[in-house]
C-alpha cells in the first residue's frame, strides 16, 4: 500500500518530465525553428514559434481588409460613353449627389434607389489603388460585381459575366494583378444563395416547365408567387442549391464560378447568407476553392455565433463581436461581462477560426460607424477594439474619412475623395491604427488572453517576444477606473514600464500586475518599454 502511494504522489513529477521532454523533442525536430546560439527562448517559446509562424506566412490571418462597392467608390472617366448602360428606369446621379430612399417601380420589382448608380467602374477604381495602398490594406473586398439589373448587384443575371457598368472580366484580372504586385489580395462577393428575376435561367425556368432550369429553382403552385423568393423579395428568386448541376455550375466545376475567378487571378470569396447554404455544401464549396488555388479564402456573411463554422467556412464576418463591441460602448454591457463573451467565443470557435474572421463595424448593410454611435470617444472605443481584438478588421470605405449614412440607402453614398486630406481628424485617427497594428505582430496573429476587472474590458495580445506583448484596457463609463489588473505575461519584468500607444501615458507592472487609473470613456494599449541598455538589462537572458 505504502509503495502504491508513493507511486500515485510521483505521477505528477513524472507527467511534468514527460511534458518536458516533448517540448525538448519538439524544439530538436526539423519543423522547430533554428535557435541560434544565444538565443534566450524558453520551452514554451520554443513550443509556440512554429505555431506563430504558421499564422504569419498565412495571409487569411490578421489581414486589413477594405469594402468597396464598384459604383461609389471612384467616379469614371469613362462617364459619357457609358450613360447608354444606364437606360430608363434607372437613373445616372452625379458624384455630388447622395442616395436617398425612393419609391417601388412595379414594372421592374424593384425600388428606385436599387437603380439608381453613380457610374464607377473597375477601372476608376484600379486608379485609386495607391490610396488603398497607403492605409496599409491587405485585402480589397468588392461587393457583388457580376452582371445583375440592380446597383447593389445581389440580384444575379450572369455570374460568370462583369456587369457591363463595371467592366469585364479581363478587367477584374488586371486589377488582381496590381493588387499583388503591391502585396495585396482579392476577394470578391458571392452571392449564391439566389439569383435575380431577369436572370436568363430564372426566366426560361419560369416559362417553360420543361426546360433543363426548372429545377434549378422552386417553382410551383405551392408558393405565393409561383416561385420561392428569398425572404420573399420577388426580385430574388431562390436557387435549389441541392441539385448538382448547379452546385457543378457555381463551384464544383474547373471552369464554375468560384473556380474560374479564382484561375482569373481572385484570391477568394465572401458568401452571402452564407448559413442558409448550410454546413455541408460550405464545406463541399470550400474544398472546391482550395482545391482550385491552395490558401484562398471563403469567409461567410454569418450574423450568427461563430463557433463550429469552420472548416465549412475558413472564417466568418464575425458580427458577434460587432454586437459585443456596440452593446459596450452603448453601455448595455459592462466591460467584464463583454470580456467573459469575447473569451466564450474564441474558447468555443477556436483561435484560428477567430484569426481570419472579419470584424465589421459597418459595412452596406447598417448604417454608417457615426451614424451607429453618435459621440466621437464611442467610435473611437469601438474602432480600438476592432484593430486590437483577435480577427481581420474590415473597414468600410469612407470610414476613416468620417463619411456619414443611415439605413439603406443612405450608407452607400459615394466615396468623398474632397475629404482625403492631412487636416481630416478621422483620417489621421485611422492611420494612426493602423501604424499600432501594422507594427506589433501580436495584434495580427498574436494569442489571446482575458485579464480580470470588474469593471474594465482588460486583454492582452502575445506572442513568443516579450517585447511584443500588448496589453488593452478599455473603460466605456462615464467616470475614471482605477483598478488592479493581472497581467499573465512571466516573462514582464517587476518595475516593468509600459506605454500607451494611443496617448503616451505610462503604467508599472509590479509583481505581475498594474496598478492603473484609465479616464472615463478611454481605452489604453499598453506596450512595455524594453531599453536594451549596455548597462543594465533585466531582459538580458529572456526573449
Known sequence: MATDCSIGRLRPLVAAIIGVMSVCATANNESAPNTAQGSHANLYDLRRAPILERRAVDWRNGALVYQVIVDRFAPSDDIESKRSLYDSPKTLRDWSEVPERGKFVPEAQVWSHEIDFWGGDLKSLKRKLDYINDLGVDVLYLNPIHKAYTNHKYDAQDYFA????????????????DLHKRGMKLVLDGVFNHVGRTSPWFQEALEDPTSPYRDWFFIGPQYDMGYRGWVKVANLPELRMENPEVQAMVFADPDSVVQGYLRDGVDGWRLDVAPELGFNILQKLTEAAHKAKPGSLVVGENWV???????????????????????????????????????????????????????????????????????????????????????????????????????????????????????????????????????????KIGDFRLLDSDVLLAFMRRTDHVAETVVVLVNPTDKPVSDIVPVRDSKLMNWQQMRDQLSDAKAKIFCGVMEVTIPAHTARVFMPIISGSIEYDAYKRVQ
Open 305 to 443: 455565433y461563430p463557433e463550429e463554422w469552420s472548416p465549412s467556412l475558413d472564417a466568418v464576418m464575425n458580427f458577434h463581436f460587432w454586437k459585443i463591441i456596440m452593446s459596450l460602448v452603448e453601455g448595455k454591457l459592462s466591460g467584464a461581462h463583454a470580456g467573459r463573451m469575447i473569451d466564450q467565443c474564441i474558447e468555443d470557435t477556436g483561435l484560428d477560426p477567430i484569426l481570419k474572421a472579419w470584424i465589421v463595424l459597418d459595412n452596406h448593410d447598417v448604417s454608417r460607424l457615426r451614424n451607429q454611435l453618435p459621440e466621437l470617444w464611442q467610435q473611437r472605443l469601438a474602432q480600438i477594439l476592432q484593430f486590437t481584438l483577435p480577427g481581420s478588421p474590415c473597414v468600410y470605405y469612407g470610414v476613416e474619412l468620417g463619411m456619414e449614412g443611415g439605413d439603406d440607402p443612405c450608407q452607400r453614398a459615394p466615396m468623398r475623395w474632397d475629404l482625403v486630406n492631412n487636416n481630416n481628424e478621422y483620417l489621421k485617427w485611422m492611420r494612426r491604427l493602423l501604424a499600432i497594428r501594422r507594427e506589433n505582430r501580436a495584434l
Open 162 to 177: 462583369v456587369s457591363p457598368e463595371y467592366g469585364d472580366r479581363n478587367d477584374v484580372k488586371a486589377l488582381a494583378q
